[in-house]
C-alpha cells in the first residue's frame, strides 16, 4: 500500500516566491497535519484536518501561511510570500482517528524547503 | 499544556553496547497515548511504538524496550547490543486523547550514533 506522499521532495526559492507543497494522505484515513522541522524549534505542528475541516492552526506562524484540504486525499500547505526563514523540513502525515483514541501518525518522506 | 522533554541530545555508543534514551513528559490529563518514532539519515519518520496511559506494562520488540513508568512521567527506550544501523534520530512524543481530536506533541528529539 502507498504510504503518504509529497511532492516536491526538494524545493529551492528565491525570497519572495510562492511555495505550494502538495500531500496525498493514506487512503482511508480521516486526520491529516502539517509540520515543520527545523534545528532550532525541532517538529513543530502546523495544522491539521479532520474529515476534510481545518480543526486547529494556531501552529500557522502568520498569514503568509495558509493550508487546504479540498478532498479526502489531497491537502496543499502554501507560502506567499516565501522567506528565508521558511527553510525548514515540512512533513505531512495521515492518521485515522477516532473519539477518544489516537491512532499513529503515517509520515510522508518530506519536502525540503530553502529559499534563498 | 502538555510537554515532553529529551534531555539527551546526543549519544554516542559503540556497537554492541546497550543504550536507554530518557523522554519526560508533562500532561493533566489522565488519559493520554505516548510514542516513539525514529529518524533515520533518510529523513522519514518511522512510528516505533505507541502506549496509552493505562497500560504500564512494559513492552519489548526485539532488541528494543520501552519502560513506562506514571509515578515519574517517563517513557523510556533501551535499546539492546545497538548496531549502526540505529544510528538515528529518535523523537518522544505525547498526545493528550479525551478531546477526541489531539495531536502529537514532539520532544527535541535525541542524536544516536553508533559506531561500529
Known amino acids: 500500500d502507498a504510504g503518504v506522499i509529497q511532492s516536491p521532495r526538494h524545493e529551492v526559492t528565491e525570497m519572495g516566491q510562492e511555495v505550494t507543497l502538495r500531500c496525498k494522505p493514506i487512503?482511508?484515513?480521516?486526520?491529516l497535519f502539517w509540520y515543520r522541522q527545523t534545528m532550532m524549534r525541532g517538529l513543530e505542528l502546523l495544522i491539521y484536518?479532520?474529515?476534510?475541516?481545518?480543526?486547529?492552526d494556531s501552529g500557522m506562524p502568520e498569514d503568509r501561511f495558509s493550508a487546504k484540504m479540498p478532498n479526502a486525499s489531497f491537502s496543499t500547505l502554501k507560502i506567499q510570500p516565501s522567506e528565508p526563514r521558511d527553510s525548514a523540513v515540512y512533513f505531512c502525515?495521515?492518521?485515522?482517528?477516532?473519539?477518544?483514541?489516537?491512532?499513529?501518525?503515517?509520515f510522508g518522506e518530506g519536502s525540503r524547503l530553502t529559499v534563498l | 499544556a502538555q510537554k515532553v522533554t529529551q534531555a539527551q541530545t546526543e549519544i554516542s555508543v559503540v556497537e554492541k553496547e546497550d543504550v536507554t534514551l530518557d523522554c519526560v513528559y508533562e500532561?493533566?490529563?489522565?488519559?493520554?497515548?505516548l510514542f516513539w518514532y525514529k529518524q533515520p539519515p533518510s529523513g522519514e519518520l518511522v512510528f516505533l511504538i505507541r502506549?496509552?496511559?493505562?497500560?504500564?506494562q512494559n513492552e519489548i520488540s526485539g532488541r528494543y524496550s520501552w519502560n513506562f513508568q506514571k509515578s515519574t512521567s517517563s517513557f523510556n527506550f533501551t535499546i539492546t547490543a545497538s548496531q549502526v544501523v540505529d544510528s538515528a534520530v529518535y523523537f518522544c512524543?505525547?498526545?493528550?486523547?479525551?478531546?477526541?481530536?489531539?495531536?502529537?506533541?514532539f520532544g527535541k528529539g535525541t542524536m544516536l550514533l553508533v559506531s561500529p
Open positions: 502525515a495521515s492518521s485515522f482517528i477516532t473519539s477518544g483514541s489516537t491512532g499513529e501518525l503515517f
Open positions: 487512503s482511508g484515513h480521516n486526520s
Open positions: 484536518f479532520n474529515n476534510n475541516v481545518p480543526i486547529d
Open positions: 500532561t493533566r490529563d489522565t488519559t493520554y497515548y
Open positions: 502506549r496509552n496511559s493505562f497500560d504500564e
Open positions: 512524543a505525547l498526545s493528550e486523547g479525551l478531546r477526541g481530536y489531539s495531536t502529537l506533541t
